[in-house]
């Protein structure tokens, strides 16, 4: 096996640990690498840059892994943790990030911040447009047979839940109707 890569320039050696994986140090010759010519251009600035950042003074909680030894220099502070949503988040990062708990956790704190927002907003009086937030007049332009079918299970989900509602509201009051009823015959006897 030919353990060498030829080329005008230069020759170069493939490791005989590696000579007998096929392919192996094609890309030694850079003649043979498109890329190599690109790689440095326009070439990089010179001295070192690889100096981290200056930290950022954390005036909030910030959730941090942990697989880190300390929050990152940079962090984003304009959603800090809070509510039921924040104590989901503060949970999920008890667990390693390769555990599907914390990912899981994370996007039910989402759905849960989602509904927090809703119930924020409708505190302050403001009725949120959900069709226009969720995007329902292009998905209705776009995408008109999904809208429509959204639109025929969130009514029909409506329309169950009602009707049990208004099922157990009568089955409630013809209970309390029965049992007054059952005690004043009971006092006559």
Do not use: C
Request: aromatic letters at 6%; hydrophobic letters at 35%; a positive charge.
């Amino acid at each position: 096996m030919d353990t060498t890569t030829n080329t005008p320039e230069k020759t170069r050696e493939v490791p005989a640990r590696f000579a007998h994986i096929k392919g192996w140090g094609a890309d030694l010759d850079h003649a043979m690498r498109p890329a190599y010519p690109m790689e440095r251009m326009p070439a990089r600035l010179e001295g070192d840059h690889s100096h981290p950042p200056v930290q950022q003074a954390q005036t909030v909680e910030i959730l941090q892994s942990i697989e880190r030894p300390s929050i990152t220099p940079i962090f984003g502070t304009p959603q800090p943790p809070s509510g039921i949503s924040g104590m989901l988040r503060r949970a999920a990062f008890g667990y390693s990030e390769s555990d599907l708990r914390h990912w899981l956790m994370l996007l039910f704190a989402d759905r849960v911040n989602m509904v927090e927002g809703l119930g924020a907003d409708l505190m302050r009086g403001h009725v949120p447009n959900l069709f226009a937030e969720m995007g329902g007049k292009a998905e209705f332009k776009y995408n008109r047979q999904a809208a429509i079918q959204k639109a025929v299970v969130v009514s029909a989900v409506v329309g169950l839940g009602l009707l049990l509602w208004s099922q157990s509201k009568g089955r409630e009051s013809d209970r309390r109707h029965h049992r007054h009823s059952g005690r004043h015959l009971h006092g006559r006897y």
